[in-house]
C-alpha cells in the first residue's frame, strides 16, 4: 500500500452504474475539481469508450485511464463474472488496490461482484469471518454506520459480533467518535 504521505489515488469503475461510463466520467471531473488536488482518479474500463466521453479533451489534470477489456454486467452472476471475466473493470481496479497503486476502489456497478472480487483479490482481515457493507446515514445529531447494507442474508450471531466491531472501529478511527453505541436491526 503507498504510504501516508503519498498523492492519494482513487480506482474508479468507469464502466459500472446506470448510464456508464458518461456518469462515472462527469463525477470524476466533478470530483476533481473539487478536490483541489487532494487525490487523483484512475478510470478503470475500456479506454476507447471512457476516452470518447471527453470528447477530444485530454483527461484532467490528476485523471488517468486504466485499461480493462471486459466489463461485469448487473445481469452477470458475480461469482461466475468473475471467473470468466478477469480482465474486468472491477477486477483491475481492485487488483490496482491490491498491488498498491491505489488507496482505494469505488463503484457504483455489480455490487455481488465488489464484494466477491473485494473478498478474493484484497481478502479478509483476520478474524474477520464475512465482509459487510457499510453505509453512512445522516440523523438529526450525527450521522449512523449501518453496516451489511443489504450484503448478506443469513449472518449467523458470530458474524454480527463482528460487524459491531468493525462499525466501532470505524466510527472511531474515520469519525472521530469515541465509544460508539452499537445496536441491532432486523430485516424480520
Known sequence: MPSQDSYTVVA???MGGDHAPANVVAGAIDALREAGGRFGIALVGRRDAVEAEFKGRPCPAGCTIVHA???ITMDD???AALKSKRD???GVGLGMVRDGSAHAFVSAGNT???FSA???VLGRLDGVGRPTIGTLIPTALKPCLLLDAGAN???RPDHLFEFGVMGSVFMTTMQGRANPRVGLLNIG
Open 12 to 14: 474508479v469503475d468507469a
Open 69 to 71: 477489456n471486459e466489463v
Open 77 to 79: 452472476a458475480p461469482t
Open 88 to 90: 474486468s473493470s472491477i
Open 112 to 114: 455481488g461482484a465488489v
Open 118 to 120: 473485494s473478498t478474493l
Open 153 to 155: 442474508v443469513d449472518c
